[in-house]
């Protein structure tokens, strides 16, 4: 039978060391654009995650000063440590866009190689630098050379499985600097469909001697104990099981901490969570902006409660401060009664 009692045996948070910094525990939230910005930063914190990523930022972007990558970069009074990942394909303006990185206060730099999306490969960006390691490790050299904090690389299998390479990369990148990889165990060309394999993750692990971060179908606190188990990973990477659910994080942690699988949030935990989030998002962007994004998350908070399924048509129909904060939830009240 499998061993699935926890992984951590104190009741002590587990230091996981990235360079010089020290993170708390071993429970990683994933860069996701559109979702890990600066209000979802903040909450994941709160609720007891140990590494927080902002969402993908363009080397370009950060070097032409675009305004709305400022706000993207924008970690300030955040509780750390933050990782901010980058992306693109040219050594010199990756080494340039880290420095700028940096100079924002950053405490780890990410190199994206994962990112599967056809606007971001086509560039030779995200994951297409798995299919060009020379390029790949010339970029993590440089951004190394430019900067003090750690830096490290997201990646995945491999571009697809005839051409699975993530432990011959991973070697690389670490040779080249790097001081830890998370991998993400589907191929580009899965995107984020099928099963992740969690065993490319093992393999990288034992291949390299910097922190690995496992990544992909972790959705549960169990699924994180049995990932780490699995794997020998030194954290675990959650990604979409967080849209709308912040508490997997504080969860997660105390289930590898102490063996105790806390209870869900309840309905009023839920409804203040939002509440919060969107107040956050109008404190960060402006209302204007957080009645528009808003929308994606309340749809994601209310996932599985009796009622929200018919009320989501009024979502998309002019949202306001009152609707997101009162209206919606005495509706949602109403339909349960």
């Given at each position: 039978m499998p061993n699935n009692s926890p992984v951590l045996s104190n009741n002590r948070p587990t230091i996981l060391q990235i360079g010089h910094v020290a993170i708390s525990n071993p429970v990683v939230a994933a860069p996701m654009a559109g979702v890990t910005d600066r209000a979802f930063r903040i909450l994941a914190a709160e609720h007891g995650?140990?590494?927080?990523?902002?969402?993908?930022?363009?080397?370009?972007?950060?070097?032409?000063?675009?305004?709305?990558?400022?706000?993207?970069?924008?970690?300030?009074?955040?509780?750390?440590?933050?990782?901010?990942q980058i992306f693109g394909s040219q050594v010199e303006y990756m080494a340039s866009a880290a420095e700028i990185v940096a100079g924002r206060g950053a405490d780890i730099i990410d190199i994206n190689m994962g990112c599967p999306t056809p606007k971001i490969v086509k560039n030779g960006e995200g994951a297409a630098l798995m299919r060009n390691p020379e390029l790949a490790v010339r970029i993590v050299e440089a951004v190394v050379d430019r900067v003090s904090c750690p830096v490290t690389v997201k990646m995945r299998k491999g571009w697809d499985e005839a051409?699975?390479?993530?432990?011959?990369?991973?070697?690389?990148?670490?040779?080249a600097g790097a001081a830890a990889v998370a991998v993400h165990g589907r191929t580009r060309e899965q995107f984020y469909s099928g099963k992740a394999d969690w065993g490319i993750i093992r393999q990288v692990r034992e291949a390299?001697?910097?922190?690995?971060?496992?990544?992909?179908?972790?959705?549960t606190p169990e699924d994180a104990n049995r990932m780490l188990r699995e794997t020998g990973c030194h954290a675990v990477m959650i990604g979409r099981a967080a849209a709308g659910?912040?508490?997997?994080?504080?969860?997660?942690?105390?289930?590898?901490?102490?063996?105790?699988?806390?209870?869900?949030?309840?309905?009023?935990?839920?409804?203040?969570?939002?509440?919060?989030?969107?107040?956050?998002?109008?404190?960060?962007?402006?209302?204007?902006?957080?009645?528009?994004?808003?929308?994606k998350?309340?749809?994601?908070?209310?996932?599985?409660l009796r009622g929200a399924a018919s009320l989501r048509a009024r979502?998309?129909?002019?949202?306001?401060?009152?609707?997101?904060?009162?209206?919606?939830?005495?509706?949602?009240?109403e339909q349960q009664i």
């Open positions: 995650c140990g590494l927080v990523y902002t969402e993908m930022i363009s080397d370009q972007a950060l070097l032409y000063g675009n305004p709305k990558t400022n706000i993207l970069l924008d970690c300030s009074g955040e509780k750390g440590p933050i990782c901010v051409s699975v390479n993530a432990v011959e990369l991973a070697r690389l990148v670490m040779q390299v001697a910097v922190p690995v971060i496992g990544n992909g179908d972790v959705r659910n912040p508490w997997i994080f504080s969860r997660t942690a105390h289930y590898l901490a102490t063996g105790e699988l806390l209870p869900g949030p309840t309905p009023e935990m839920g409804r203040e969570t939002a509440v919060r989030h969107y107040k956050l998002l109008v404190e960060t962007k402006g209302e204007d902006v957080a009645n528009r994004e808003m929308r998350h309340l749809a994601w908070y209310t996932r599985g979502i998309y129909k002019g949202c306001s401060y009152k609707f997101y904060t009162e209206e919606f939830w005495e509706l949602l009240t």
